[in-house]
């Protein structure tokens, strides 16, 4: 089992900027690969980015490309999500997760970022 804890979100005004962090334990990191998700109220849960178990491949939602970077430390267990030129549409609660295989099987509990104009 995993237990994934994020931390990092707050209240930003728009053009600032953020770093979410996921810090992991109860299993072997690197052996996951590593997601970050939001849902903004009243609409479904979406994907944001992506990194693989070693980092080498990263992969971003079109709507946060060029504005947020996903980095990850396999020695201290954390993955980060560094979020600039925030926008009042990237208000929503944010999730990291863990990918084994082809479903994500591990989920945080959230942490919200909060987007004002």
């Known amino acids: 089992q995993v237990q994934l804890v994020e931390s990092g979100g707050g209240l930003v005004q728009a053009g600032g900027s953020l770093r979410l962090s996921c810090a992991a334990s109860g299993g072997t990191f690197s052996n996951y690969a590593m997601g970050w998700f939001r849902q903004a109220p009243g609409k479904e849960r979406e994907f944001v980015a992506t990194?693989?178990?070693?980092?080498?491949?990263?992969y971003y939602a079109n709507s946060v490309k060029d504005r947020f970077t996903i980095s990850r430390d396999n020695v201290k267990n954390t993955v980060d999500l560094q979020m600039n030129s925030l926008k009042p549409e990237d208000t929503a609660v944010y999730y990291c997760?863990?990918?084994?295989?082809?479903?994500?099987?591990?989920w945080g509990q959230g942490t919200q970022v909060t987007v004002s104009s």
């Open positions: 997760a863990a990918q084994a295989d082809e479903n994500w099987d591990y």
């Open positions: 990194i693989s178990w070693s980092g080498g491949r990263t």
